[in-house]
């Protein structure tokens, strides 16, 4: 594998990645308490795993509102920015590069872990099913709750969101990060908006496809003015069949999602960000995307694009060579695998993932994999 085309340097914006296997955003609950502060074993954890050509965060939330699981990292207080500046620093001394995922959950939340208690934002008061959230009972504790029932933003509440996005993109400047990725996948308050299940809406954010795309276009054009286009990046998560277990993952399902995602894509060819981030169905005999989805976003899109989705190499070798995309994330593999990139070309052995330590916790899971001795 290290003549593959996995391991050919490519350009994403300004930077030059050393190799197309990249860390994606992974949820791990490991944040300091109370604050939700990144902290220096979370700066371990990434170190670790900067033989990636490339990095992004878990999803860190950006304002308090836009919490959904108990122990997630924030990057609105002071706090969190200098917790975060402890894991950029880390990574840039391994001559890594690391972008923070901007997360806002809406409605995929609960009362608990909102200020004062009140009710999740959302496009509308339609309340997430077929979902789960994280809360915690007691210290180092928790139990997955159903979310709570949402009240719906006011315009002018919409509008303060897009600022909001804009002040966590300086902050994740000041953070020390390379750039920001913004999370409009998985049924989170980007792709509420994109949905018409969870958009009810009657004013310039609701009804129309266009309509309903304008709080993505928004947001990416504010972040992207504070960060730079060429530092910028999108994530969506298209599913083309429905069952239960899709629904469970992500959320929301469009009744075209072939039309709905070309066009969102369409707004970030407009603006001009440097990569598209597709994450597929990652269970068991999950369906592919569609070859002529794939086909339609190579052609509507000019930056770089990055799958991700229960990955092997040699899936990722066939995805590139196929032209469909440049850059392959690998979640579960790169948790159990700080060395990742090297087991790859080398042909080495994985280590398995272990399920109970995924979320929350100690360096148990997190940081004791070992790297591979060969």
Not at 104 to 122: F, I, K
Not at 133 to 139: D, K, M, N, R
Request: hydrophobic share 35%.
């Amino acid at each position: 594998m290290k003549d593959s085309v996995l391991f050919t340097p490519t350009d994403l914006g300004p930077y030059t990645l050393k190799n197309r296997i990249v860390l994606p955003p992974l949820t791990r609950s490991r944040s300091s308490q109370p604050g939700n502060i990144p902290n220096d074993l979370m700066a371990t954890y990434y170190r670790q795993r900067a033989g990636a050509g490339f990095m992004v965060t878990e999803g860190t939330q950006i304002e308090p509102r836009g919490q959904g699981y108990a122990w997630t990292p924030g990057i609105h207080s002071p706090e969190q920015i200098q917790g975060w500046r402890k894991v950029t620093d880390a990574v840039h001394a391994q001559g890594g590069i690391i972008f923070a995922q901007l997360w806002h959950v809406g409605r995929v939340s609960h009362t608990s872990l909102q200020p004062n208690a009140q009710a999740p934002v959302a496009p509308s008061a339609i309340a997430a099913d077929s979902v789960k959230v994280f809360i915690e009972t007691g210290p180092g504790a928790g139990t997955l709750a159903a979310p709570s029932m949402p009240r719906a933003l006011t315009t002018a509440e919409v509008k303060e969101l897009v600022k909001l996005y804009a002040q966590a993109a300086r902050n994740a400047l000041d953070a020390g990060f390379d750039g920001v990725e913004i999370h409009c996948a998985n049924g989170y308050l980007v792709n509420q908006f994109i949905s018409a299940h969870s958009n009810r809406r009657e004013d310039e954010y609701g009804g129309s496809l266009s309509n309903r795309l304008r709080f993505l276009r928004e947001v990416t054009q504010a972040v992207a003015d504070v960060v730079g286009k060429n530092r910028t990046g999108v994530r969506f998560a298209p599913l083309f069949e429905t069952t239960d277990e899709d629904r469970v993952y992500l959320g929301l399902v469009e009744d075209d999602p072939h039309q709905t995602y070309l066009e969102a894509v369409k707004v970030l060819q407009e603006i001009g960000i440097a990569y598209l981030s597709l994450a597929e169905a990652d269970w068991e005999n999950a369906p592919e995307l569609p070859e002529a989805f794939r086909d339609d976003v190579r052609r509507a899109f000019e930056g770089r694009i990055l799958y991700a989705g229960k990955y092997t190499a040699e899936r990722a070798v066939r995805v590139i060579d196929s032209g469909w995309g440049d850059l392959i994330a690998f979640g579960r593999p790169f948790i159990a695998n700080p060395d990742l990139p090297e087991r790859i070309a080398n042909g080495w052995p994985l280590n398995p993932v272990d399920p109970p330590s995924m979320y929350g916790g100690t360096d148990e899971g997190y940081t004791d994999y070992p790297t591979y001795n060969a």
